[in-house]
């Protein structure tokens, strides 16, 4: 599975055998995870777009069949590694974490009392 595109607005996963996605959405996430495996195909990282930026998530696969995630943000002074098995929950949590990260040029979040 590799898709392609004109190039990322936010982020970029890529797995070790070679499969990149440009903004990949939680359901594309989950099929990268899903496409891991031990012999050739053992973790997936995503970067920011923005090459300035100093953050990552990873994922890899480990022996026993559960994944390590890994997200490190150095301007926010966050790492955080686990261990974990649901590949959905993992997903879910990548996406949100992913949100969360800042992106030169995109609007800041308001909150209900700007309005």
Not at 63 to 89: F, I, K, M, P, W
């Amino acid at each position: 599975m590799t898709e392609k595109s004109m190039g990322a607005d936010y982020y970029i996963a890529d797995t070790e055998n070679g499969d990149h996605i440009d903004d990949p959405s939680e359901d594309s996430l989950f099929m990268l995870l899903t496409d891991l495996n031990i012999a050739d195909n053992t973790f997936v990282t995503i970067n920011p777009a923005d090459e300035e930026a100093t953050w990552y998530a990873s994922v890899s696969l480990l022996d026993d069949g559960t994944y390590e995630v890994e997200y490190r943000d150095a301007r926010r002074r966050e790492h955080e590694l686990s261990v974990q098995a649901d590949l959905n929950q993992i997903a879910r949590d990548l996406t949100i974490w992913l949100a969360r990260r800042h992106y030169p040029g995109r609007p800041a979040t308001r909150s209900t009392r700007d309005f």
